[in-house]
């Protein structure tokens, strides 16, 4: 079996924790600050589900060496035997490189060299991507069809003393975010813009490693647009969802049948309800968090709650300690509301309020100290601190913290 090596996105914490989530601590292992490598092989990941992570890569070999010169001569010299085994046609050429101390001027010029070794060697044409920078993003990978059959991009990864060394299998289509994003029907600034790729993360970390082909319930109490429950609907996964606005009730309704259809989506009306207006695959109701009830009983939860005041600069104390008081008495409230309707183990994922109130120092909700209270158990992962679950922007005052728990 293959291993597979994951560059992480802007936040790495939570990528890792998508992924422990997902496949466990065990086939996890931290490669650097940016990546982590998997004993999964890379063709049983279905990449497109996880916003956490930026590239997928097959993990070729571990260099036990960090020095260029070594691994250039290293790459030079098996190269061309690997590039035999592409179709024929023009070999798309990329390199991208992690934690190792080189410019892009000197990764261009390896770049050539190993271009230059494989025309010799093989006869093939090589078109070589250019660096800007140390690593390709994933529009550059995808423009130059690097994950293609002629497509070969070479991902350098340092890792303490040694060097993994990756090939590309995917990227992150940022295309598929945007139409999922911006083409939606219904979008609503001032209830917040919850990205896709978070929503997806916010999924894997409820549902952990269910499958969706055994049914279960997906539930999102605070369902706003519909983020959530669209991100779920294309991982497979059975969806209700629920607001205290009926017109965020009607929002979610309008995007989700729009997701019927779309080239991303597995979801289609059956033929036999081609004409039936009132047809829904999934349910949909209005009802405040904090008291109402939900039927049937959902199998997982996952949910962006109420963040409060979206403060653009710092508020005075008195303002801030109202707000997380507000903030606090909503989901303790929700949380002892649901906490009798979900089976004992039932997991949840909650994006809830954090206030950064100088840099990278946050004040928290205090309920988080009290959950046992609450009757439930918080989840500690093993690869990420739990300080390591927070999604923000540096200037960012008011940020989205993930707390996944258990019901006991």
Same mark, same amino acid.
């Given at each position: 079996?293959?291993?597979?090596?994951?560059? %992480?996105?802007?936040?790495?914490?939570?990528?890792?924790?998508?992924?422990?989530?997902?496949?466990?601590?065990?086939?996890?292992?931290?490669?650097?600050?940016?990546?982590?490598?998997?004993?999964?092989?890379?063709?049983?990941?279905? /990449? #497109?589900?996880?916003g956490g992570a930026?590239?997928?890569?097959?993990?070729?070999?571990?260099?036990?060496?960090?020095?260029?010169?070594?691994?250039?001569?290293?790459?030079?010299?098996?190269?061309?035997?690997?590039? #035999?085994?592409?179709?024929?046609? #023009?070999?798309?050429?990329?390199?991208?490189?992690?934690?190792?101390?080189?410019?892009?001027?000197?990764?261009?010029?390896?770049?050539?060299?190993?271009?230059?070794?494989?025309?010799?060697?093989?006869?093939?044409?090589?078109?070589?991507?250019?660096?800007?920078?140390?690593?390709?993003?994933?529009?550059?990978?995808?423009?130059?069809?690097?994950?293609?059959?002629?497509?070969?991009?070479?991902?350098?990864?340092? =890792?303490?003393?040694?060097?993994?060394?990756?090939?590309?299998?995917?990227?992150?289509?940022i295309d598929a975010?945007?139409?999922?994003?911006?083409?939606?029907?219904?979008?609503?600034?001032?209830?917040?813009?919850?990205?896709?790729?978070?929503?997806?993360?916010?999924?894997? %970390?409820?549902?952990?490693?269910?499958?969706?082909?055994?049914?279960?319930?997906?539930?999102?109490?605070?369902?706003?647009?519909?983020?959530?429950?669209?991100?779920?609907?294309?991982?497979? /996964?059975?969806?209700?969802?629920?607001?205290?606005?009926?017109?965020?009730?009607?929002?979610?309704?309008?995007?989700?049948?729009?997701?019927?259809?779309?080239?991303? =989506?597995?979801?289609?009306?059956?033929?036999?309800?081609?004409?039936?207006?009132?047809?829904?695959?999934?349910?949909?109701?209005?009802?405040?968090?904090?008291?109402?009830?939900?039927?049937?009983?959902?199998? /997982?939860?996952?949910?962006?709650?109420?963040?409060?005041?979206?403060?653009?600069?710092?508020?005075?104390?008195?303002? %801030?300690?109202?707000?997380?008081?507000?903030?606090?008495?909503?989901?303790?409230? /929700?949380?002892?509301?649901?906490?009798?309707q979900l089976q004992?183990?039932?997991?949840?994922?909650?994006?809830?309020?954090?206030?950064?109130?100088?840099?990278?120092?946050?004040?928290?909700?205090?309920?988080?100290?009290?959950?046992?209270?609450?009757?439930?158990?918080?989840?500690?992962?093993?690869?990420?601190?739990?300080?390591?679950?927070?999604?923000?922007?540096?200037?960012?005052?008011?940020?989205?913290?993930?707390?996944?728990?258990?019901?006991?």
């Open positions: 079996m293959s291993a597979s090596l994951v560059i %992480l996105g802007r936040l790495p914490g939570l990528g890792t924790a998508e992924l422990e989530s997902v496949f466990g601590a065990d086939k996890l292992h931290a490669a650097s600050s940016q990546a982590v490598s998997l004993d999964v092989d890379p063709g049983e990941i279905d /990449f #497109k589900r996880f930026v590239k997928l890569c097959k993990l070729l070999t571990t260099l036990k060496t960090t020095n260029w010169k070594a691994i250039e001569k290293y790459l030079i010299q098996t190269s061309p035997d690997q590039a #035999k085994n592409l179709p024929e046609g #023009k070999m798309h050429l990329g390199l991208s490189m992690y934690g190792l101390s080189v410019g892009p001027k000197q990764l261009l010029a390896t770049g050539l060299s190993i271009k230059k070794a494989v025309q010799r060697e093989t006869s093939k044409s090589v078109r070589l991507v250019p660096n800007k920078t140390a690593e390709l993003n994933a529009a550059q990978i995808l423009h130059h069809r690097l994950t293609g059959g002629n497509g070969w991009e070479l991902v350098l990864v340092r =890792s303490g003393d040694k060097t993994l060394l990756g090939q590309t299998v995917a990227a992150q289509d975010y945007a139409a999922r994003d911006f083409d939606r029907p219904k979008r609503d600034a001032k209830v917040g813009m919850l990205p896709p790729k978070l929503a997806q993360i916010i999924v894997n %970390l409820s549902v952990s490693n269910a499958d969706p082909a055994h049914g279960g319930v997906l539930l999102d109490p605070f369902c706003g647009t519909g983020v959530i429950l669209q991100e779920a609907t294309l991982m497979g /996964f059975d969806v209700y969802g629920s607001d205290l606005d009926p017109r965020m009730v009607d929002y979610t309704d309008k995007n989700l049948l729009w997701l019927m259809g779309q080239p991303f =989506s597995t979801i289609h009306r059956p033929d036999e309800y081609a004409d039936d207006a009132t047809w829904r695959y999934f349910r949909l109701e209005q009802g405040d968090a904090t008291t109402h009830q939900w039927s049937p009983a959902p199998s /997982f939860v996952a949910s962006e709650t109420y963040l409060g005041r979206p403060f653009t600069s710092m508020p005075s104390a008195e303002i %801030l300690a109202q707000t997380i008081a507000e903030c606090n008495t909503i989901l303790r409230k /929700f949380l002892q509301n649901i906490q009798p004992p183990g039932a997991r949840l994922c909650l994006a809830i309020p954090a206030w950064q109130v100088r840099p990278n120092e946050f004040k928290h909700l205090p309920l988080i100290d009290l959950l046992s209270d609450l009757g439930y158990n918080q989840v500690r992962f093993t690869h990420v601190r739990d300080t390591g679950l927070l999604y923000y922007r540096p200037d960012q005052i008011v940020a989205r913290e993930l707390l996944v728990i258990t019901r006991k």
